[in-house]
């Protein structure tokens, strides 16, 4: 079945560092969609891309796909406190709203 | 709107115990999953729903039942728990044509 792997799974960055995370699926995907959980908390939508070689940019936040749709990143430029939780991607299997979640990397960061 | 609303938030449930995870969303939105997360291991899903009546089994699916008689509500039951179904579990619902999946506040589950 479809798997879908994220690198690495942990982060630690000192404040005003920058940070990314790669997903990697191993079939072609028809969009990708990251989302962010805080510590504690439940996850929340942050984006989906659907073009290949699509970027698309949230303030600080840049998300690149993949020429190939097949893999994907999210660049963080000079990470705040804020920032701090776990980003996963996830990709969308056929038509049936079911989402196939990467194991998610865990954002420290240090003030 | 409450969005998707999971109860309990915590629960402790003895080896070989029956329970229920309740999940009921107010979007009517057709699409509703369950998640589990375990450290390391991301979110795994255990079962979906396209629709009322209709379930389909995720990554994960073994000592878990669902149904879905009702689009708001998705119950998901384990029929007798084990230390390893200790987890944090998420409940998810995507509108038809949407993209974005709306996330319960989870609940978690540790099983002794």
């Known amino acids: 079945g479809q798997q879908v792997m994220q690198i690495p799974q942990y982060q630690h960055v000192q404040e005003g560092e920058d940070f990314t995370t790669y997903c990697n699926s191993s079939?072609?995907?028809?969009?990708i969609q990251w989302y962010k959980q805080r510590p504690g908390g439940h996850p929340v939508f942050l984006i989906q891309?659907?073009?290949?070689?699509e970027v698309k940019k949230q303030k600080r936040l840049t998300f690149q796909f993949g020429e190939a749709k097949k893999n994907s990143s999210l660049h963080i430029t000079a990470t705040q406190t804020t920032d701090v939780g776990t980003y996963f991607c996830?990709?969308?299997?056929?038509?049936?709203?079911?989402?196939?979640f990467g194991q998610g990397t865990t954002l420290q960061v240090k003030p | 709107n409450a969005g998707v609303t999971q109860t309990p938030k915590f629960q402790v449930l003895k080896t070989g115990q029956s329970m229920t995870l309740q999940c009921a969303q107010d979007?009517?939105?057709?699409?509703m999953s369950w998640y589990r997360q375990d450290p390391g291991m991301g979110l795994r899903l255990i079962h979906y729903?396209?629709?009322?009546?209709?379930?389909d089994q995720g990554e994960v699916p073994n000592g878990y039942n669902v149904s879905r008689s009702t689009t708001e509500d998705f119950p998901l039951r384990l029929l007798s728990a084990a230390p390893s179904q200790t987890s944090v579990y998420f409940c998810?619902?995507?509108?038809?044509?949407?993209?974005?999946?709306?996330f319960g506040q989870g609940t978690r589950l540790t099983v002794v």
């Open positions: 729903s396209v629709g009322a009546g209709i379930t």
């Open positions: 996830a990709g969308k299997s056929g038509n049936t709203g079911k989402l196939i």
């Open positions: 079939t072609t995907l028809s969009n």
């Open positions: 979007m009517n939105h057709e699409y």
């Open positions: 998810a619902s995507v509108r038809q044509g949407a993209t974005e999946a709306f």
């Open positions: 891309l659907v073009k290949s070689g």
